[in-house]
């Protein structure tokens, strides 16, 4: 049963717009949201996290939106750049549990010149 | 060089031949975990560690041991692996021990095993 849901295999869009990332959660007891990007032939690299008691962050180019009533998060890139081509990752965990992170499928992003 | 290394990076073996993948890091972090990589599957949890003697399950245990008697490695250990443990495992530390304290994980390189 998964728990973290990135219901988008793949991704493609044009430099320069606006790359969007989605990913919808199950578990009410999530509290902290996190995207990591993952290369080929690389481990995964943290990107962006986000408080339940927030419900934006950004960082740069990159802006997480969360939605606790929809249980559902959202990575904006922008301006999308080639090298934001990448597998994307969001991941959970709850307050109670302080070891376990609970990662989405993936979405492949490809951002084309 | 602040890192998480991964040994082997690449393997073959055959069902049931005990094997041991390493892990160390060199930040001085109290959290490690280990995770598989599977296609349409994601990243999922093997096991966690959050202080040396300290130990627990992730959600995908089954078949997997670990052992964390030094804070740096967090060796992996597959007693008799079976073909639906091929797959790319990858290997992570945080400051922790809370791992929600930063949430941010450093990732080895990852280890590609094949099991036939």
């Known amino acids: 049963d998964q728990q973290v849901k990135q219901n988008s295999p793949s991704l493609s869009v044009q430099e320069g717009r606006i790359s969007i990332l989605n990913c919808d959660y199950t578990?009410?007891?999530?509290?902290?949201f996190l995207w990591y990007k993952k290369y080929p032939a690389e481990g995964p690299t943290f990107l962006i996290s986000?408080?339940?008691?927030?419900d934006k962050n950004e960082d740069g180019r990159f802006t997480v939106f969360l939605n606790k009533s929809a249980k559902h998060l959202s990575l904006h890139i922008v301006p999308s750049q080639p090298g934001d081509s990448a597998v994307y990752f969001c991941?959970?965990?709850?307050?109670?549990?302080?070891?376990?992170?609970?990662f989405g499928q993936g979405t492949t992003l490809q951002v084309k010149p | 060089e602040a890192q998480v290394t991964q040994n082997p990076r690449y393997l073959i073996t055959v069902t049931g031949k005990k094997l041991t993948v390493t892990c160390s890091q060199n930040?001085?972090?109290?959290?490690m975990s280990w995770y598989r990589q599977d296609p349409g599957l994601g990243l999922r949890q093997i096991y966690y560690?959050?202080?040396?003697?300290?130990?627990d399950k992730g959600d995908v245990p089954e078949g997997y041991k670990v052992s964390r008697k030094e804070k740096r490695n967090f060796p992996l250990i597959l007693e008799s692996p079976s073909p639906n443990q091929t797959s790319l495992y990858f290997c992570?530390?945080?400051?922790?021990?809370?791992?929600?304290?930063?949430?941010?994980?450093?990732f080895g390189e990852g280890s590609r095993l094949t099991v036939l």
């Open positions: 992570a530390s945080s400051y922790g021990p809370r791992l929600r304290d930063t949430g941010e994980l450093f």
């Open positions: 578990n009410s007891m999530f509290d902290y």
């Open positions: 986000i408080s339940s008691i927030k």
């Open positions: 991941a959970a965990m709850t307050s109670g549990n302080t070891g376990k992170l609970i």
């Open positions: 930040m001085n972090h109290e959290y």
């Open positions: 560690s959050m202080n040396v003697e300290v130990t």
